[in-house]
């Protein structure tokens, strides 16, 4: 499979989980993803949340946010994500998961904090905040998954 196709796929993904899973021919897959993120989209008030905090009202987006909804939405995208990854490649790499397992888990930390940490004296709430962790998540588990290899090769 070609890497545009194989992007394409990640990027459908990443606009709304479950996409990248039609596009790769998991009908059923997909579309429980696809229920499962309007489920929680909705239960946590998810979407009233990105507005506020895309206006700058980030103690808005706080109090709209239902955090126990929230908290399944990291896992829940990432997992999409990496799934939808997976399909389009065929054959994965060793530890290809780990920046993806690891970016669900700092983002779900990012959502737990949200309401109350501040960097660099800024809020960024619940919108925010998890998408700067799970880029961190990203960072560590590429490291951790580069690791890994360097290991297995020895």
């Known amino acids: 499979m070609s890497k545009e196709n194989r992007v394409e796929k990640i990027l459908w993904s990443i606009a709304l989980p479950g996409f990248g899973q ?11 993803l696809i229920v499962l993120e309007i489920l929680i989209n909705v239960q946590s008030n998810l ?12 103690q808005l987006a706080i109090d709209q946010t239902n955090y126990q909804w929230l908290m399944f939405y990291p896992c829940l995208y990432m997992f999409s994500i990496w799934d939808a990854y997976r399909e389009a490649e ?15 888990y700092f983002g779900t930390i990012g959502v737990i904090y949200s309401s109350s940490l501040m960097v660099f004296g800024v809020q960024f709430g619940p919108v925010f905040l998890p998408i700067l962790f799970l880029i ?14 360097h290991m297995k090769l020895r």
């Open 22 to 32: 039609l596009l790769n021919g998991r009908f059923l897959k997909g579309l429980l």
């Open 47 to 58: 979407n009233n949340s990105i507005i506020y905090s895309f206006q700058g009202e980030i």
């Open 90 to 104: 065929g054959e994965t790499s060793p530890y290809s998961f780990i920046p993806f397992v690891f970016s669900a």
């Open 136 to 149: 961190l998540g990203i960072g560590i588990g590429v490291l951790i998954k580069i690791t890994l290899r």
